[in-house]
């Protein structure tokens, strides 16, 4: 399915895209943050709040910001899909010239908008923002290095871990993005390999305003395998490459065995060979099931089901 939005007569400056899960407790504020932002630039502007399935309130939130807000459009799906298939929802939605990615707990601060803004009206047609600062654990964020060193190993290039969502796209960038069907996706692997001229800002990331993050570690997990497995065909490459060591090295031990029967008769090693099987049918079995993995998400891709399901959109009709 390939989603295509072209921006109409009537369509605002700038669209700000804000995927929303388990954030209850952060809407209100953070409509109020993102209006005050937008009014000081002096652009029309709209505020797409996408319900990911969220377990607690937040679409009566979303509701009630409706209603008060005439900005906010809301787009309620109808089950959990995840972050990114969520801001692709967004894009899909959003009727601007450029497009302001963010998370919905305020750990970016809606007052940088105006800056990402400024920066790309230089002549950049992406503008993301680095995190000087952050406000995750340390384990996590030595998790996030420790993945993106591991990305940028499989794809042959650098990742910054310290970008996140928070961005400003223009309109020609967002109708590529939309272009992608692929439900295994991330939005930054996605921009990054678009393209384009990419611009950046600094900023601090601030606290979570209310809540908890709804990534797990097991989620965090799944997720970076899903990053590692199916971003890029380079592991694959790996797999092919150990099996050639271990061949080798079978070669190897085969020779050495041969010329120690004959100049020193048989000698005791089974330890060592049990050691070696075992060794070798773990890796037997792990390049299978990577295999396996690769084969399942081929099976979803063909099936070409729609990236996402939605189930109520709230929106203004413009005059």
């Given at each position: ?30 409509c109020t943050r993102v209006r005050l932002a937008l009014m000081g630039i002096g652009a029309s502007f709209e505020i797409v709040l996408v319900d990911d399935g969220s377990p607690d309130q937040s679409w ?116 590529e993005f939309l272009r992608f069907n692929e439900r295994e996706r991330h939005y930054l692997f996605v921009l ?128």
């Amino acid at each position: 399915m390939t989603l295509t939005v072209d921006q109409g007569s009537n369509g605002a400056a700038i669209s700000v895209v804000i995927p929303v899960y388990g954030c209850d407790g952060c809407i209100e504020e953070l409509c109020t943050r993102v209006r005050l932002a937008l009014m000081g630039i002096g652009a029309s502007f709209e505020i797409v709040l996408v319900d990911d399935g969220s377990p607690d309130q937040s679409w009566s939130k979303i509701v009630a910001a409706h209603e008060h807000f005439p900005e906010v459009k809301g787009i309620r799906l109808s089950r959990n899909f995840g972050q990114h298939i969520a801001i692709s929802a967004g894009l899909a939605a959003a009727t601007g010239n450029y497009a302001v990615v963010m998370d919905c707990d305020l750990q970016d601060p809606p007052e940088r908008i105006p800056d990402l803004y400024a920066k790309i009206k230089e002549g950049f047609d992406i503008v993301l923002a680095r995190r000087t600062t952050r406000s995750h654990s340390i384990g996590r964020v030595l998790g996030s290095k420790a993945y993106f060193f591991l990305m940028g190993r499989l794809s042959k290039g650098a990742f910054d871990s310290s970008l996140g969502t928070f961005s400003i796209l223009s309109r020609k960038v967002i109708n590529e993005f939309l272009r992608f069907n692929e439900r295994e996706r991330h939005y930054l692997f996605v921009l990054r390999w678009l393209g384009f001229s990419v611009g950046q800002i600094e900023y601090d990331h601030n606290e979570r305003f209310a809540g908890r993050s709804s990534y797990s570690l097991s989620a965090l997990i799944r997720h970076a395998f899903d990053g590692i497995f199916f971003q890029s065909t380079e592991l694959l490459r790996w797999i092919v490459t150990a099996g050639l060591v271990f061949s080798f090295g079978g070669i190897a031990s085969s020779l050495y065995f041969i010329i120690s029967y004959f100049l020193h008769g048989s000698s005791p090693g089974w330890t060592s060979l049990f050691v070696m099987m075992l060794i070798c049918t773990g890796a037997i079995l792990v390049s299978l099931g990577v295999l396996g993995l690769y084969i399942g998400k081929i099976f979803d891709q063909v099936k070409e089901r729609p990236l996402y399901s939605i189930d109520v959109v709230l929106e203004r009709i413009r005059k």
